[in-house]
């Protein structure tokens, strides 16, 4: 079948190297177990790292977590359930003065490299997180104040990590689940340490984590070559996995249809309609935590700074049309602060589309003719895969007919942000993913102004709001914590600067004979979980 | 030769501190912080600092010209503020497959503009010369993500003829990494299935990208044979019963081939300046998709190193179209 296979190894003259160039196209590449290989495809333009203690973007995350294995974990949507990682257990203590968390290894962990992972292997990960202040240390310095010198090896096989009691031991415990939670093997990384960066370079092209996965090659802006991880304690079901950049969607469908990929992701809506008729493939839709909001800014000499016309807007925004309309139904509409999936979601949704309503309360508020202000929404693509200039000229249209008269200015989300954070906005169309899974992820950046993330960027000091956010941060009863977050909710709902309008779900095409994904809201997929149908 | 070489170098240089120079201006024109824009939505004030501290952003502006200055006579390209990588690293990694691309593109806008222009010449306002002209009308005037997903439905996705995008199918294992150019490290490790697919998958991103040029060129390539055919010494050259493949590429062609060489030049640097689209829609891993990249994020050392890169590549193509004319032409000389 291979005509020029006799001149392997051997010289081949001129006019044997142009009937190669000419066939070439036209023979396909040798037939092998396709049922072997997972070729996953996507928008991947974002990886930049996959060293776990500094990794923080969509693509590297999910990679990571395939790579490394943390203490302790969450399974599927779960997300109020710890479950045993690479520590079989775990206890927290009130201490006099500090909370203490011991941790106990499971014996016969091995890294990819053979060495057997243990105490200070976690210390040392620990320690390296909070030394390289990268992208994600805050979880660990900010959120969790852990300090370094408070994560100790007791033993080859407990750790015990001391934090200070202000902050939150159930927060911790959810952070760990996160990548920069992830045990690295320190030998390796010492060993391959140039000038004190703990490894820094060599880790983000490399890896040496327990994982079901290792890293086996980048090609940067091309693909990503995983395999199974021979001493991994988890095997995976499909020995090797590709993560192939598709950036455009329209080429992401047809790689997925002529089965160049098996997983496509970043389909547009009409382009999963057409695969959901099809009975060669399916579509799962994966929750995410992400909230799409409207922000007003309640600073002085701000039009917003009167809480009658924030109540106005809450009446004047149609979430149900532009769930069901533009987003194809591939988002749930949702009004409080903590999204569906983590502890403390509040399902209520008390305002509907009443632009009568919401010109009464213009007329109240002394704007019988209307207000005019500006809204500034990302070029970029919102929540739910649609433009975000889309979804701002449907709200504008829906509060046009209150008297809310928008001038929409679109922006380079980096730019918007940099307005946003300098508080010199009047409305903003933006989005929020919290950045552990935990429902302080979002309680304590919406409503504590002194956090100075979002409440702080929309003028919104409320003091109330801040103590229950920080008490049920605190908060270790899940009950009482569920209340206090049920109270949190109600109050920021009421009175906060912000409109929630819907939490997307991101749907991704397979093929059908793939089996087994899943997709959970922090963004991490167990690729080893999948298999593959011949 | 040798004070116009050394004259031309010092020019070359020159480009490349004006180029410095203005693409530093204009990244302080945009109003993006590029801190904010490396770090998202959830950043926090003391990380926005601590950025702008690492990578020098708060020193005034002339002094970050400076330092950029100064580093680069040292051959540093400087650090990128998205991968946190050098910028030369990051070139090194992104430019081959632009020059595979770039250098197959060039080859197919020959392959295909060189005779076309030729025979249409020698065929004038016949149907020969009708064909080419409308063709290179449609090709040169078709948007090229038009032209590439209509090309990737038709022969991929709908014939099966040609493979889909990318440099190699992923179920191939690729080979070492030597050159960077998929198809070239292919053939040096000897891995024939690696090798026809990534020959395979070059045809079409290497068409699409260089139908313009091929458009572009059997005009230039037509008219220019147009001018010369109608000259003395060659219809002296016809009288003496020469054959008209010795007259054409003999005598036509040689002096056709002056401003051809100019428009060659212009059109090469061109293709290894990057195709952002073709790039894109064929996810072909190049200095085009690199840059957009870091221009939506104002990493202004990766948008920096990869003009100066583009723009030194241009003044040595120009210098190289330059020498060439020397050696077409005897009467061009350099003093």
Not at chain 1, 285 to 309: C, I, W
Not at chain 2, 96 to 106: G, K, S
Request: some cysteine; aromatic content about 10%; overall charge positive.
């Amino acid at each position: 079948m291979y005509l020029y296979t006799k001149y392997e190894g051997g010289e081949a003259g001129m006019r044997h190297w142009l009937w190669i160039l000419v066939l070439s196209a036209f023979f396909p590449a040798l037939a092998q177990d396709r049922t072997q290989i997972l070729v996953y495809g996507g928008d991947f333009t974002d990886l930049i790292t996959l060293d776990p203690q500094i990794v923080y973007e969509f693509s590297g995350v999910m990679i990571a977590d395939n790579l490394y294995e943390t203490l302790v974990r969450f399974e599927g949507n779960d997300f109020s359930t710890l479950r045993p990682g690479l520590a079989e257990s775990w206890k927290v203590d009130r201490g006099t003065d500090a909370w203490i968390l011991t941790f106990k290894l499971r014996r016969g962990s091995r890294f990819s490299t053979g060495r057997e992972v243990t105490a200070k292997d976690v210390v040392f990960s620990f320690e390296r997180a909070l030394a390289l202040k990268g992208p994600s240390s805050f979880l660990f310095a900010n959120i969790a104040q852990l300090k370094p010198g408070a994560t100790r090896a007791l033993d080859p096989y407990t750790v015990e990590v001391r934090l200070p009691k202000t902050a939150s031991p159930q927060s911790f415990l959810a952070i760990l689940t996160f990548t920069i939670g992830g045990v690295v093997d320190s030998e390796e990384a010492q060993r391959n340490a140039k000038g004190g960066d703990f490894g820094r370079d060599f880790l983000s092209q490399n890896s040496a984590g327990s994982g079901p996965y290792r890293l086996v090659r980048w090609d940067r802006g091309s693909q990503v070559l995983l395999e199974a991880n021979p001493q991994a304690r988890v095997k995976p079901k499909i020995p090797r996995v590709i993560l192939r950049y598709i950036q455009e969607p329209a080429v992401l469908r047809t790689a997925l249809e002529s089965g160049e990929v098996d997983i496509a992701e970043g389909l547009t809506p009409e382009a999963l309609r057409a695969l959901t008729g099809n009975p060669r493939f399916k579509v799962v839709r994966a929750d995410t935590l992400r909230l799409q909001y409207l922000a007003v800014n309640m600073k002085e000499g701000s039009p917003f700074a009167n809480p009658k016309l924030w109540e106005a807007v809450r009446w004047a925004v149609n979430a149900d049309e532009l769930v069901q309309g533009l987003l194809q139904g591939n988002a749930t509409k949702i009004q409080t602060l903590i999204p569906k999936g983590l502890l403390g979601h509040n399902p209520t949704t008390p305002y509907k589309y009443d632009p009568d309503r919401a010109r009464r309360l213009l007329a109240e508020a002394g704007y019988a003719q209307g207000l005019e202000f500006e809204l500034l929404a990302s070029t970029g693509i919102c929540g739910g895969g649609v433009p975000c200039p889309d979804v701002a000229a449907k709200l504008q249209a829906d509060m046009a007919k209150a008297g809310l008269r928008a001038r929409i200015r679109t922006i380079a989300t980096a730019e918007l942000l940099n307005i946003y954070r300098a508080q010199n906005h009047q409305m903003v169309l933006a989005g929020w993913s919290p950045d552990f899974p935990d429902p302080d992820g979002n309680a304590t950046p919406w409503s504590d102004f002194d956090a100075r993330s979002l409440a702080w960027r929309n003028s919104y000091r409320d003091n109330v709001a801040a103590q229950l956010a920080r008490q049920a941060a605190l908060e270790t009863g899940v009950e009482k914590r569920r209340a206090l977050y049920r109270l949190l909710t109600e109050r920021v709902l009421r009175e906060g600067p912000y409109v929630v309008l819907y939490q997307p779900a991101q749907p991704i095409g397979l093929s059908v004979k793939v089996e087994g994904f899943l997709k959970n809201p922090m963004m991490s997929v167990p690729l080893w979980q999948v298999s593959k149908q011949p | 030769m040798a004070a116009y070489l050394l004259q031309r170098l010092a020019y070359v240089l020159l480009v490349g501190l004006g180029i410095t120079a203005v693409t530093f201006l204009v990244s302080q024109v945009i109003p993006i912080d590029p801190a904010v824009a490396a770090l998202g939505e959830n950043a926090r004030e003391e990380q926005i600092q601590e950025f702008r501290r690492r990578y020098g952003l708060d020193e005034p502006l002339p002094v970050q010209y400076a330092i950029y200055l100064q580093r680069l006579f040292q051959l540093d390209l400087g650090r990128s503020l998205r991968t946190n990588r050098p910028v030369a690293e990051d070139l090194k990694e992104f430019f081959p497959a632009t020059l595979e691309l770039a250098l197959a593109a060039f080859l197919v806008a020959l392959a295909l503009g060189l005779p076309a222009g030729i025979w249409a010449a020698l065929r004038q306002n016949r149907p020969p010369d009708l064909t080419v002209r409308l063709l290179a009308l449609l090709l040169g005037s078709t948007p090229v993500f038009f032209l590439a997903i209509l090309l990737l439905d038709l022969l991929h996705r709908q014939l099966g003829l040609l493979p889909g995008p990318g440099r190699l199918d992923p179920f191939l294992f690729p080979p070492p990494r030597v050159t960077g150019m998929v198809s070239l490290d292919a053939l040096l490790a000897r891995d024939w299935p690696a090798f026809r697919d990534a020959l395979a998958r070059l045809i079409l991103p290497a068409f699409v990208l260089g139908a313009a040029s091929a458009a572009l060129l059997a005009r230039m390539v037509r008219a220019a044979m147009l001018d010369v055919l109608s000259q003395d010494y060659i219809r002296t050259a016809w009288a003496k019963g020469l054959s008209e493949r010795w007259v054409v590429l003999g005598h036509a062609l040689k002096n056709a081939s002056l401003p051809v060489l100019t428009l060659l030049g212009g059109l090469l640097g061109g293709l290894l300046s990057g195709a952002v689209l073709t790039e894109t829609i064929f996810s072909w891993p190049g200095l085009g998709r690199y840059v957009t990249q870091s221009a939506t994020s104002l990493d202004f050392p990766a948008v920096m190193g990869v003009t100066l890169l583009v723009g030194v590549i241009y003044s040595l193509l120009n210098l190289v179209v330059d020498l060439l004319y020397a050696l077409l032409d005897p009467r061009i000389r350099y003093a």
